[in-house]
């Protein structure tokens, strides 16, 4: 008889259980490798939500609020709406990473 897919899953975790509970030393290895899990994931996020804050960075804040005065450019004359798109889009992302 073929087992389904939901109880294949039952008991392999119920298994696993049964094998953690009866051996400390598997256990804690199975809580460590959760902790590095866990861990990774989290670095994994910050590095994305670096990048994403990485790409509105300190001379674009600069170039958003003063313009090019060397140029004598405004800020709506160096920036278009594709600009601003991109710029949200980076915003919703990271915001999206940090929590």
């Known amino acids: 008889m073929a087992l389904g897919e939901d109880a294949r899953g039952f008991l392999a975790a119920f298994l696993e259980c049964v094998t953690v509970q009866a051996n400390p030393p598997a256990r ?5 490798a959760q902790g590095f899990l866990a861990e ?4 994994l996020a ?5 990048a994403c804050v990485g790409e509105l960075g300190a001379d674009i804040h600069i170039a958003i609020s003063y313009g090019d005065e060397d ?7 160096r920036f278009d709406e594709s600009d601003a798109s991109r710029a949200v889009e980076f915003a919703n992302e990271a915001c999206q990473i940090a929590r």
């Open 46 to 50: 910050a590095r994305q939500w670096r």
């Open 40 to 43: 990774a994931r989290q670095n």
């Open 28 to 32: 804690y290895r199975l809580n460590v």
């Open 71 to 77: 140029a004598l450019l405004t800020p709506w004359d």
